[in-house]
Structures are given as structure tokens and as C-alpha cells.
């Protein structure tokens, strides 16, 4: 398929998929004058790019799980840890949309003299708290990248 077929079928732009090309989350497998060709599998591909986006993960981290013969790798613990990253998320999105709705109709004086209010600050407080702590999957990922990087070129 030509990249113009692969954009109608992706709904993605063509400019979109030259910079996947160009990050190296899909190959294209030659030209037919100007335009790239690619496999009919790089649909699957762009599925999976998507469906990595809608979780959360970066570009970089799903290159990381995509593997060079086109076939994922996934890392099962990077996919746990993204998930409880999500849980802590709701937990935290959840604790702020009680807070408003509580504070939308509390009677006290003012909301700082409200004890819902107040403990459900503290929670708000608790989880952000928390996930400055911890590091991110994207700098787990890069420290896995460029532990990888650094193996290859002490074999060379």
C-alpha cells in the first residue's frame, strides 16, 4: 500500500506516519516514485501505536515495546506499572471531583472549615505527594534505553 492508502485506512495524516517512519515505529518497505510503500501488517502496527496512546504511553516507550522485526515486544511490567500509574490517577482525579462537588454545596462558613473538605484536601495532598516520589515509566524506560545503548557499544 502506498502511503496516501495507508492514511485513508489509519485515519491518520501522512505526515503523521513519515514521523513514525522517521522514529522508527513503522518501516516503510520501498517507494513507488515519490511515495513510501508499506506491508499491509503496518495497519496492525498503527493499531497498536494507537492503542498505546490511548493508555497513556509515550512515543518513546512504545518503541520500546515494539520490536525491530515488527512483532511487539511488550514488556509485562512496564504495562502493570502504567496501570497503576492510571489507578493512582483515578484515585487522585476522583478525590478532586468529590472535593468540588462537596465544596459546590458545603455549609460551613468556608471551606477550610469544613472537615470533608479538608480531609479530602489531604488526600489530594497524600497522591501527589506519592507520585512525586516515584519515577515515571518514561524515565525507567529512557534509563532501560540507555542501559541497552550502553551494552551494545562495549560489545563493538
Known sequence: MDIAEVAKRSGLPASTLRYYEEKGLIASVGR????????????EGLALIALGRSAGFSLDEIASMLGTDGQPQIDRQLLADKADELDAT??????????????????????????TFR????????????????PSIKARVDSGLRAGRDRSSRQE
Open 32 to 43: 513507488r516514485g515519490l511515495r513510501r510503500l508499506f506491508n499491509a501488517n503496518v495497519l
Open 90 to 115: 483515578v484515585r487522585k482525579l476522583a478525590a478532586m471531583r468529590d472535593g468540588l462537588r462537596h465544596a459546590a454545596i458545603c455549609s460551613a462558613p468556608s471551606h477550610m472549615e469544613c472537615p
Open 119 to 134: 480531609r479530602l484536601l489531604g488526600l489530594a495532598a497524600a497522591g501527589a505527594a506519592k507520585s512525586a516520589r516515584k
